[in-house]
């Protein structure tokens, strides 16, 4: 082989060498951007479990305590019949240990008989009838008695002179004050179906 035609093999040779020197980088370069050649396992992700998912509806069973607080203080001076009585929930009400109802829901009663305090030392007397609690977009009805006394008024009545007593809040001769902020407990008068609180 002559000189010129070596030095043209060897040209050749060289030009090829480069070429799949490059083909080999392209390759290697696209391998590693490419999430298709990576091996399978590398890209195996484990599904999280699923959360537990809270119960859809609760039972509020019947005679169940709702402790409320009265919203507004109340007079046997100056209380009518059919006058609303505002309330509020004095605390979280639960069924297990799921709320139904906030701490400050909305509760209701109704004056039932008002007299303001008489001549020769007569009392005043006051009553009210327990009317609902609001859980969300539900009322639930409540009562004064842990025990059921049928459908009349009389036993959902609350005789204030009676929770209260002879003393303190009612006094021989005087008026039935009751201060904002006074508990009272209440009680449902049948079972909810009700969804937790939000």
């Not at 490059?22 to 999430?35: T, Y």
């Not at 039972?59 to 507004?72: C, D, H, I, N, R």
């Not at 007079?75 to 297990?96: I, Q, R, W, Y």
Request: no cysteine; proline share 7%; charged share 20%.
């Amino acid at each position: 082989m002559n000189a010129p035609a070596k030095t043209v093999a060897q040209l050749i040779a060289l030009a090829t060498a480069i070429a799949a020197s490059q083909f080999a980088a392209q390759a290697q370069s696209q391998s590693a951007v490419d999430p298709a050649s990576a091996p399978k396992a590398a890209v195996e992700i484990t599904a999280a479990p699923p959360a537990a998912a809270a119960p859809s509806a609760i039972v509020l069973k019947e005679g169940t305590e709702v402790p409320l607080v009265f919203a507004s203080a109340l007079s046997s001076k100056t209380a009518v019949d059919d006058d609303p009585v505002n309330m509020t929930l004095a605390e979280d009400l639960k069924v297990g240990d799921v709320v139904v109802a906030h701490k400050g829901a909305v509760a209701l009663a109704t004056v039932t008989n008002a007299h303001k305090a008489g001549m020769l030392g007569k009392p005043g007397d006051l009553a009210v009838r327990l009317e609902y609690l609001k859980a969300e977009d539900q009322r639930i009805r409540l009562r004064g008695a842990k025990g059921k006394e049928g459908q009349s008024e009389t036993g959902a009545t609350v005789a204030l002179t009676v929770i209260f007593g002879p003393l303190g809040l009612l006094k021989h001769g005087k008026n039935i004050e009751i201060p904002a902020g006074t508990p009272l407990t209440a009680f449902v008068d049948q079972d909810y179906m009700l969804a937790p609180a939000k």
